[in-house]
């Protein structure tokens, strides 16, 4: 305690030691002032704020300097919704004593967070205009304001006691009573909540002492009120559960509107779920069957190629070897002509040789110097071959046997075209072994080619025979 | 009996965070320790202010 005249720290003594000062009075002036912060103190422990605001504002009528007090005060208005309050205790605590004070930490913590000061600035605003609207008679406009108020500040004590007067008002008890009780639980104290709370009670026929367990009917003869401080409990009177045949009604009603449920919505989508899968499946086939028929379809073209190619090789194979193949036709070429010079060898051994080679690869695939060699040869040996084959020829057709007949009259027919004799038995074994048409050919080429032939009559006597 | 015009009354607009500034300056900052120095400066007026040794 220091000297409220010179500032020296003040002893036991009654009197200043520094200036000598009667220091008595003002020392009780301090010992009050010190009482009623403790009794603030106390009350705000206990959440009467409303009891707090007015022991620790008489505590700094009596010493302005007590700067626990006054921080006190500002948590209580900050407490109570009243942010502007707070913040002037704040800082004029601050201005007193700037060192260690607590209220420097309080104004820093509330200035940390500017959207937290832009909602207690709305905040502040909107309850007056709530008041305001409520003062000139807009109950509704009021009551819609102070909701968001308390939306926005739910330990906003006024606008709780507002707002339960308006409700009041309007014969709303039952929400006047709501915001009675936000009030209380913000602050116990609170004179205004209390004296509505009474007028309220009585209105709803609730007894006034709250620490009874007063029991209150209403005129729902089904349900009892049980009131215990601040807590409500509403019974049921009557409730017996329903046994028997209701209970499994309602329990297969319960069921069925389950399985309906179920039925409606759950197995349709897991229907959905399964059919979207299975489709996803066939279509990862469908890909693979593409995939497949692609890979086919190439495969066929490629063995297209490879036939064709077979085809022109073989084809080339072929020109190169002939109906009884190139490389033999040569060899038997070769063979003639060995046995040609060979005098020890006649000239049957030369036309067997050369009866060999195909006429169809003479006349179709041998080159030029094989068909000459080939022509000379059977040109030089014709005529003597060609007679023997004739001979033989006509004796198996005297003898009946007109296949070997047609073989060897073939033969000496292909030697010596000159031969109208041949030719002429020739289409005879083929007429006599049933080859009509080759028998008709052969005997027309006979007409044609020998016209001055003595057989000629003959031939076409034979073929009016045969066009019978 | 709850009479809501003179309830209504009772009811104050709150300090805005904007008017702080001037209600800081309007605040009465007199106590009691002030009242009491103001009577004994009264006393004393007819005496000297020293204080006598």
Same mark, same amino acid.
């Given at each position: 305690?220091?000297?409220?005249?010179?500032g020296a720290?003040?002893?036991?003594?009654d009197?200043?030691?520094?200036? =000598?000062?009667?220091?008595?009075?003002?020392?009780?002036?301090?010992?009050?002032?010190n009482?009623?912060?403790n009794? $603030?103190?106390?009350?705000a422990?206990?959440?009467?704020?409303?009891?707090?605001?007015?022991?620790?504002?008489?505590c700094?009528?009596?010493?302005?300097?007590?700067i626990?007090?006054?921080?006190?005060?500002?948590?209580?208005?900050?407490?109570? =919704?009243?942010?502007?309050?707070?913040l002037?205790?704040?800082?004029?605590?601050?201005?007193?004593?700037?060192t260690?004070?607590l209220?420097?930490?309080?104004?820093?913590?509330?200035?940390?967070?500017?959207?937290?000061?832009?909602?207690m600035?709305?905040?502040?605003?909107?309850?007056?205009? =709530?008041?305001?609207?409520?003062?000139?008679?807009?109950?509704?406009?009021?009551?819609?304001?102070?909701?968001?108020?308390?939306?926005m500040?739910?330990?906003?004590?006024?606008?709780?006691?507002?707002?339960?007067?308006?409700?009041?008002?309007?014969?709303?008890?039952e929400?006047?009573?709501?915001e *009675?009780?936000?009030?209380?639980?913000?602050?116990? $104290?609170?004179?205004?909540?209390?004296r509505?709370?009474?007028e309220?009670?009585?209105?709803?026929?609730? !007894?006034?002492?709250?620490?009874?367990?007063g029991?209150?009917?209403f005129?729902?003869?089904?349900?009892?009120?049980?009131?215990?401080?601040?807590e409500?409990?509403?019974?049921?009177?009557?409730?017996?559960e329903?046994?028997?045949?209701?209970?499994?009604?309602?329990? $297969?009603?319960?069921?069925l509107?389950?399985?309906?449920?179920?039925?409606?919505?759950?197995v349709?989508?897991?229907?959905?779920?399964a059919?979207?899968a299975?489709?996803?499946?066939?279509?990862?086939y469908?890909?693979?069957?593409?995939?497949?028929?692609a890979? *086919?379809?190439e495969?066929?073209s490629?063995?297209?190629?490879?036939?064709q190619?077979?085809?022109?090789?073989?084809?080339?194979l072929?020109?190169?070897?002939?109906?009884? $193949?190139?490389?033999?036709a040569?060899?038997?070429?070769?063979?003639?002509?060995?046995?040609?010079?060979?005098?020890?060898?006649?000239?049957?051994?030369v036309?067997?040789?050369?009866?060999?080679?195909g006429?169809?690869y003479?006349?179709?695939?041998?080159?030029?110097?094989?068909? #000459?060699?080939?022509?000379?040869?059977?040109?030089?040996? =014709?005529?003597?071959?060609?007679?023997?084959?004739?001979?033989?020829?006509?004796?198996?057709?005297?003898?009946?046997?007109?296949?070997?007949?047609?073989?060897?009259?073939?033969?000496?027919?292909?030697?010596?075209?000159?031969?109208?004799?041949?030719?002429?038995?020739?289409?005879?074994?083929?007429?006599?072994?049933?080859?009509?048409?080759?028998?008709?050919?052969k005997?027309?080429?006979?007409?044609?080619?020998?016209?001055?032939?003595?057989?000629?009559?003959?031939?076409?006597?034979?073929?009016?025979?045969?066009?019978? | 009996?709850i009479?809501f #015009?003179e309830?209504?009354?009772?009811?104050? !607009?709150?300090l805005?965070?904007?008017?702080?500034?001037?209600?800081?300056?309007?605040?009465?900052?007199?106590?009691a320790?002030?009242?009491?120095?103001?009577? *004994?400066?009264?006393?004393?007026?007819?005496?000297?202010e020293?204080p006598?040794?």
């Open positions: 305690m220091i000297c409220f005249r010179c720290p003040l002893s036991e003594s009197f200043c030691n520094a200036c =000598g000062v009667d220091v008595r009075r003002y020392k009780k002036i301090v010992y009050a002032a009482s009623c912060y009794d $603030g103190l106390e009350r422990c206990v959440r009467d704020l409303s009891g707090a605001e007015h022991s620790l504002k008489q700094l009528k009596l010493n302005k300097n007590h626990e007090a006054r921080n006190l005060l500002g948590l209580v208005y900050f407490e109570t =919704g009243e942010t502007a309050a707070a002037t205790q704040w800082v004029i605590s601050k201005n007193i004593s700037g260690n004070n209220a420097d930490e309080y104004i820093d913590r509330f200035q940390s967070n500017q959207s937290r000061v832009e909602t600035s709305t905040t502040l605003k909107k309850f007056n205009k =709530g008041l305001e609207l409520a003062q000139g008679g807009s109950f509704d406009l009021s009551i819609i304001q102070l909701r968001k108020v308390l939306s500040n739910p330990k906003y004590v006024q606008a709780h006691n507002l707002l339960a007067l308006l409700y009041f008002e309007r014969g709303d008890f929400k006047a009573r709501r *009675i009780d936000r009030t209380l639980d913000i602050d116990r $104290g609170n004179i205004t909540a209390l509505y709370l009474n309220v009670n009585a209105h709803l026929g609730i !007894p006034d002492d709250k620490n009874s367990k029991i209150r009917i005129d729902n003869p089904s349900a009892q009120v049980i009131r215990s401080g601040n409500t409990l509403i019974q049921p009177l009557n409730d017996r329903p046994l028997g045949l209701g209970a499994f009604i309602q329990i $297969g009603l319960g069921v509107i389950g399985l309906a449920i179920t039925y409606f919505l759950v349709p989508a897991k229907e959905r779920a059919q979207e299975a489709n996803a499946e066939l279509y990862a469908g890909e693979t069957i593409d995939e497949k028929n890979t *086919i379809s495969l066929e490629r063995v297209s190629a490879l036939e190619n077979n085809i022109t090789l073989s084809d080339s072929a020109q190169y070897e002939g109906s009884n $193949g190139a490389v033999d040569n060899n038997y070429l070769i063979s003639a002509a060995m046995a040609y010079i060979d005098p020890n060898q006649d000239a049957t051994q036309s067997e040789y050369l009866e060999l080679i006429d169809d003479v006349e179709t695939s041998s080159s030029y110097e094989f068909k #000459e060699l080939y022509t000379y040869l059977l040109n030089d040996i =014709g005529d003597s071959v060609a007679q023997n084959y004739y001979d033989t020829g006509l004796s198996y057709f005297n003898n009946g046997d007109y296949t070997l007949a047609i073989s060897y009259l073939s033969k000496a027919y292909m030697y010596n075209a000159n031969n109208d004799n041949a030719l002429y038995y020739l289409a005879m074994s083929y007429y006599e072994s049933g080859d009509i048409s080759t028998a008709t050919d005997l027309n080429t006979l007409i044609e080619s020998f016209p001055t032939s003595s057989l000629v009559d003959k031939a076409r006597q034979r073929l009016d025979e045969m066009s019978y | 009996m009479n #015009e309830e209504l009354k009772r009811f104050f !607009p709150s805005e965070i904007e008017d702080s500034e001037e209600a800081i300056y309007r605040q009465d900052m007199t106590d320790a002030d009242l009491l120095l103001g009577v *004994i400066r009264e006393d004393y007026a007819g005496y000297s020293t006598t040794e």
